[in-house]
């Protein structure tokens, strides 16, 4: 987690990067970024600029992907979007999307990109879908491989039976009129969260678990393929064995 980077969520621009280390080259920055509808265009660039100024002193590969809420398709016509890609020039940024985002029956606007300062081999486009009013964007880098270690420490949480029943006990235990007192929504939403999030971290604590990474295991296999696997492994013995 790069935390110099990353903003959480101010008044200007949400924004959360990681840093990914690469074995076949340097490392590689990767940040998602958000616009507040609320913010003009102008602030908003303007504390891109003090984001892309760190990045850029690092000299390493960055990508950046998120619904930026600016018109790109509007550069010839708003000063404020050509001032935005001129910021983006100045530390040898560009958008890889150049078609419409979002389209309605009344308009089709350039939102969301995916913005680097590679200029090597690389993929992005546009996935023709429903799934949401905005099409999913995407890209694929050639020759990067994250590094890890034959051992991998992970943090899991305990969804057993008993701490399901944990947590719904400690949920009918709450006493809920702390959230009344309060007249603002927003508020009072944020108050239920914390405290649903407090017991959830109470009842579901995070667990260090040491798992043996295995380098022969085929990236296009998930753990579910696996469990398939194994189901219909199982089902064969069982058919030699009766029969």
């Not at 994250?146 to 006990?169: D, I, L």
């Amino acid at each position: 987690m790069r935390k110099d980077l990353c903003t959480g969520e101010t008044v200007t621009v949400e924004s959360c990067f990681i840093e990914v280390e690469n074995c076949s080259g340097g490392n590689i920055i990767i940040g998602v970024m958000y616009k507040p509808p609320d913010v003009p265009c102008v602030t908003f660039t303007e504390a891109c600029n003090d984001i892309l100024k760190l990045v850029n002193n690092e000299n390493k590969k960055c990508y950046i992907m998120g619904d930026f809420i600016i018109n790109l398709l509007k550069r010839d016509t708003e000063n404020s979007v050509q001032l935005f890609l001129d910021m983006l020039n100045t530390y040898s940024f560009y958008p890889l999307i150049d078609k419409p985002t979002r389209i309605t029956g009344e308009s089709a606007t350039l939102i969301d990109n995916i913005l680097t300062n590679d200029f090597s081999s690389h993929r992005a486009g546009i996935l023709i879908t429903d799934i949401s009013d905005h099409l999913p964007i995407f890209m694929a880098i050639d020759k990067c491989k994250a590094k890890v270690s034959q051992h991998s420490n992970n943090k899991r949480r305990n969804y057993s039976r008993q701490h399901v029943e944990h947590f719904t006990q400690e949920v009918s235990n709450t006493n809920w009129d702390f959230i009344q007192l309060s007249q603002n929504m927003n508020r009072v939403y944020e108050q239920f969260l914390n405290h649903i999030l407090l017991l959830y971290d109470k009842c579901f604590p995070l667990q260090e678990t040491k798992c043996r990474i295995n380098k022969n295991k085929s990236p296009w296999l998930t753990e579910g393929i696996y469990n398939s696997i194994r189901r219909s492994q199982l089902s064969v013995l069982n058919f030699d064995v009766c029969v």
